[in-house]
């Protein structure tokens, strides 16, 4: 993949001082299991690698996905949306996505006005 050229042509926004797009990561089967934000750095690693690297805003810094709990993620593909504001990745997901320890970050469903966990805990 060229890092260069897919770059150029996505808008940025400034969040926090940062100049960031956001990145949604699927696995292989669709599942979506997480929702990130990364920097041209970030961006241009994951493109380098092959291998998911991040944003934190929290956090203020670049991060590589699984560079402590080793549940990287693999890059597939990389697809933009219509504007070129927010990028779509697949992924082959080793191990969990989610720091609290299920499969995908999206494990809590609104039932009767409250949000119910609806997943297992994933080992």
């Known amino acids: 993949m060229e890092g260069v050229l897919l770059i150029e042509g996505l808008k940025f926004r400034e969040i926090d001082g940062e100049r960031l797009i956001v990145a949604v990561v699927c ?10 934000f990364m920097n041209e750095e970030a961006l241009k690693k994951t ?3 092959g291998y998911m690297h991040y944003y934190s805003t929290s956090r203020k810094k670049l991060w590589k996905k699984g560079e402590e709990s080793g549940n990287y993620q693999k890059l597939i593909k990389v697809y933009a ?3 070129k504001d927010c ?3 697949i992924v082959k997901q080793h191990g969990n996505a989610c720091h609290e320890g299920y499969y995908s970050c999206f494990h809590y469903k609104l039932e009767n006005g409250k ?3 609806t997943e297992e805990y994933y080992k």
């Open 27 to 36: 696995d292989e089967n669709k599942n979506v299991l997480m929702v990130a």
């Open 81 to 83: 949306d219509c504007d």
């Open 115 to 117: 949000f119910v966990l």
């Open 87 to 89: 990028l779509l990745f």
């Open 47 to 49: 493109l380098e690698t």
